[in-house]
């Protein structure tokens, strides 16, 4: 699980991903846009007001391209989304597992590093 450094992550997610949906909470709106196989299905749109600010990213791995395995280890996801919060003072990363197990853990260290020692 890589924490990225380059700014490529989200378009390597998208290429790597069947879909995937980007919600972005901006200058008072929220702005939309889905990609099905890395070609967006239709422009970027304003879906709404927001007095709130971030990304949501949801995604779903292809399976022809992660031939292997497209299920994934909730507790090592989730791991790493703790220690990328510690590292980001004053995100919140939150992870939900919409699987028949559903869990959901959020993440949020105003401290960033300092709150963990």
């Not at 879906?47 to 909730?74: A, C, N, S």
């Not at 220690?83 to 919140?92: C, G, M, P, Q």
């Not at 939900?96 to 105003?110: L, S, V």
Request: glycine share 8%; charged share 30%.
């Amino acid at each position: 699980v890589s924490g990225g450094l380059h700014g490529v992550g989200a378009s390597v997610v998208n290429a790597l991903s069947t879909e995937l949906e980007v919600f972005v909470h901006r200058e008072g709106k929220i702005h939309y846009q889905k990609y099905e196989r890395g070609i967006p299905v239709a422009d970027l749109k304003v879906i709404g007001d927001t007095d709130q600010t971030g990304t949501i990213t949801r995604f779903k791995p292809d399976p022809e391209i992660f031939q292997e395995t497209t299920v994934y280890d909730f507790d090592t996801l989730a791991t790493r989304m703790r220690e990328l919060a510690f590292l980001n003072r004053n995100i919140k990363l939150t992870i939900e597992d919409k699987r028949e197990h559903k869990q959901k853990k959020e993440f949020h260290y105003e401290g960033g590093i300092k709150s963990y020692v």
